[in-house]
T-cell receptor, first 109, second 117 residues
Framework: AQRVTQPEKLLSVFKGAPVELKCNYSYSGSPELFWYVQYSRQRLQLLLRHISRESIKGFTADLNKGETSFHLKKPFAQEEDSAMYYCALSRYNTDKLIFGTGTRLQVFP | NAGVMQNPRHLVRRRGQEARLRCSPMKGHSHVYWYRQLPEEGLKFMVYLQKENIIDESGMPKERFSAEFPKEGPSILRIQQVVRGDSAAYFC???????????????FGPGTRLLVL
């Protein structure tokens, strides 16, 4: 069965420190991977997806098929990055999203 | 474009009552997904609908839960005879028709928080 694992419930860093939010998945095919973010009192929104290969708000994520990982990274965290981050997987075009349990990122001043 | 709308935002029901949750997708979107988030858990898929059709209901509990997306009007998630375990946040997402260029982005509503007393 498809599964997304985010091992950290909470990640706390100071402003300017590097950040890595871990995501591992299990799926035998070629999935599409996403990172969604939910800022305080806002709705869930797409941050980035692996096929886009773009950097959003300084965040990047590389799909590593060998390690079945899609970790989210940012070299210098900002206070406004504090939010809940969810990694998600889909198997094909209109497929449902399979979410991890989420990691809360706290960036202290 | 106002984004995905859900109402009510908060709903309180007593055990045994019915809960109706509404979702209006973004303009031009023909695909609707419902997800449930229990406390301390991630979002779990429930059902995927297109206009007048249920495409995938593999995440729906077999009893008491139903969903529809009529030709006109919002998508409705209906929970009959609610129990305390139904207390959760229910999120709706919509996406546009498939362009054939990979997964279309799902846009999420603000959610409906259901509390069963």
């Amino acid at each position: 069965a498809q599964r997304v694992t985010q091992p950290e419930k909470l990640l706390s860093v100071f402003k300017g420190a590097p950040v890595e939010l871990k995501c591992n998945y299990s799926y035998s095919g070629s999935p599409e991977l996403f990172w969604y973010v939910q800022y305080s009192r806002q709705r869930l929104q797409l941050l980035l997806r692996h096929i886009s290969r773009e950097s959003i708000k300084g965040f990047t994520a590389d799909l590593n098929k060998g390690e079945t990982s899609f970790h989210l990274k940012k070299p210098f965290a900002q206070e406004e990055d504090s939010a809940m981050y969810y990694c998600a997987l889909s198997r094909y075009n209109t497929d449902k999203l399979i979410f991890g349990t989420g990691t809360r990122l706290q960036v202290f001043p | 474009n106002a984004g995905v709308m859900q109402n009510p935002r908060h709903l309180v029901r007593r055990r045994g009552q019915e809960a109706r949750l509404r979702c209006s997708p973004m303009k031009g979107h023909s695909h609707v997904y419902w997800y449930r988030q229990l406390p301390e858990e991630g979002l779990k898929f429930m059902v995927y609908l297109q206009k007048e059709n249920i495409i995938d209901e593999s995440g729906m509990p077999k009893e008491r839960f139903s969903a529809e997306f009529p030709k006109e009007g919002p998508s409705i998630l209906r929970i009959q005879q609610v129990v305390r375990g139904d207390s959760a946040a229910y999120f709706c997402a919509s996406s546009p028709p498939t362009s054939g260029k990979g997964q279309e982005t799902q846009y999420f509503g603000p959610g409906t928080r259901l509390l069963v007393l």
